[in-house]
């Protein structure tokens, strides 16, 4: 492989360019990211996002931050009214993947996916936040010059220059390696990191643990190895990535690092587009050497069939507003996450709206992710519901309740999505329990739509991990409702049929 000419510039300036194939295949992977992220949505559509759901408009502001501007989810509850938008939501996304007004394309998609998880933030979770960021440096790319429709559609667009500079792609790039930094940071402060255990519990996550992640328990020294695998590539990973020496070698090998180290951690668990979204950044890092050996196979890829500048040629110039936009976007993420690092807490910031915006799209970071594997107690739940001849069933398989407390067959993979099972492990905390009666009531209304009978009453409960399914003790009742009462635990007396007895067998 080898690597053509670049424009005359400084070392720094040379760290911080992108080849324009590396910004086309990063669009093209973003936007297919984007568009699935819209069609796993929309199988919880009702569910979250609407006033039948379980978090209605009414009972949102309690936990919603202030919207500012991102508030077209929560103009109208109506399913009808939230189907649009997510088909605009999923047209905008095919705007991007082939490039077709695709920075437009990708500041609208801003709004609607911001909007969105402020229309229930209790089914957001790392990859939505981290998907809210990329998304919001990629508006600042010029990616629509290079493998686009609008490249077809508008031949006298202005070129890039091979490789590519500008302040928002260094943006871009800092803010991926900020991420990485930040995270193993903040792991490294936990003995279970420290102690090489950390990787081991990824098979204890009950609600998170794939099949594959299960057999961890069976290895511990791959365990062990993963750990301290794990804190080096995240800190030490982007570091290697600005070394001005050897960039090109380096940058490919940490890239396919990266890429290696992802599709480990969506092999042993369920996290959603977290991953994936990672994989696809970390495309920009790669090197002309890359590309021009992947347009051996792929001839779009080519540089002769590829309408950018050469070296020295006049070419796409950014604009000034966006420039200085994406530069002081990075200067807050930089400053917040240096915070974060020192403090462990996000970075103060002025109070009211300017905090309330920087917040909605996640330039004020603290990057907490997996970091302390050891502390929470993550088991299982179930819904059980009373019928009117006073039968029980079991709310997650429809099936009639036997009185086994045992974790379902497959209970990590049987959510329909990841959000989903954000929310069933949100709602285990006091802080969540207004939510709880929404959740209830929405398990008997879609009981009633599919089985044409309303239930007397619903108990959800959660079932700890580690005390074994006969230990009753173990069995933490989260909400006892019955219809027609505000499902407060006193609510628990009244009941006609006690699912104390239930829970205490």
């Known amino acids: 492989m080898t690597e053509a000419p670049t424009p005359s510039r400084s070392r720094l300036g040379r760290l911080f360019e992108i080849d324009p194939r590396a910004l086309a295949a990063f669009r093209i992977t973003f936007g297919v990211l984007l568009l699935s992220d819209v069609i796993k949505r929309a199988l919880a559509l009702e569910a979250h996002y609407t006033d039948q759901g379980i978090l209605p408009r009414r009972a949102l502001f309690e936990f919603l931050p202030d919207p500012t501007i991102f508030q077209a989810y929560l103009w109208s509850g109506s399913t009808a009214y939230v189907a649009t938008l997510f088909v ?3 047209l905008l996304a095919l ?37 809210t960021v990329i998304t919001l440096f990629a508006a600042f790319l010029p990616y629509s010059h290079v493998l686009s429709l609008d490249r077809r559609l508008k031949p006298g667009m202005p070129r890039l220059a091979m490789p590519f500079l500008s302040v928002g ?106 991953e994936l979204v990672s994989i696809s950044a970390a495309l920009l890092y790669l090197p002309p050497m890359v590309w021009d050996f992947v347009g051996r196979f792929v001839p779009a890829f080519r540089r002769e069939r590829l309408a950018v500048a050469p070296p020295g040629a006049a070419g796409f110039r950014p604009g000034r507003v966006g ?108 802080s969540y329990v207004g939510v709880r009666p929404h959740l209830a009531e929405y398990l008997l209304r879609r009981w009633q739509e599919r089985h044409g009978e309303r239930l007397e009453q619903v108990m959800i409960l959660e079932i700890e991990e580690g005390r074994g399914v006969d230990d009753p003790a173990g069995r933490k009742p989260l909400i006892d409702y019955t219809p027609g009462h505000d499902g407060v635990a006193a609510s628990w007396y009244v009941a006609p049929y006690r699912f104390r007895d239930v829970i205490a067998r």
């Open 323 to 430: 420039e200085l936009l994406a530069g002081a976007a990075i200067a807050i993420v930089l400053y917040s996450n240096a915070w974060a690092a020192v403090t462990r807490r996000p970075g103060p910031f002025p109070p009211g709206q300017p905090r309330a915006f920087l917040r909605s799209l996640e330039l004020r970071q603290c990057w907490q992710i997996f970091s302390d594997l050891d502390q929470p107690t993550l088991g299982w739940f179930f819904a059980v519901g009373r019928r009117s001849d006073g039968s029980l069933v079991n709310l997650w398989t429809e099936e009639p309740f036997t009185g086994d407390f045992s974790r379902p067959a497959g209970f990590a993979g049987n959510f329909p999505n990841h959000n989903w099972r954000r929310v069933w492990n949100l709602i285990r905390f006091d």
């Open 88 to 90: 605009i939501a999923g």
């Open 169 to 274: 792609g260094a943006a871009m790039l800092l803010q991926i390696a900020a991420f990485y930094v930040a995270a193993g940071v903040d792991k490294h402060h936990f003995e279970v990191w420290q102690s090489g255990e950390a990787v081991a519990w990824f098979a204890k996550l009950g609600m998170y643990t794939t099949p594959i992640g299960k057999l961890l328990e069976d290895w511990p020294g791959l365990c062990r190895f993963a750990t301290y695998f794990t804190l080096v590539l995240e800190i030490g990973g982007p570091l290697a990535l600005f070394l001005p020496w050897g960039t090109r070698w380096i940058r490919t090998v940490v890239v396919l690092l990266f890429v290696g180290f992802h599709l480990g951690i969506q092999l042993v668990v369920y996290i959603g587009v977290f």
């Open 95 to 131: 705007c991007v993947t082939f490039g077709f007004h695709a920075r437009l394309a990708t500041w609208l998609y801003l709004w609607l996916q911001v909007s969105v998880r402020l229309r229930n933030p209790l089914a957001c979770h790392t990859g939505d936040v981290y998907l």
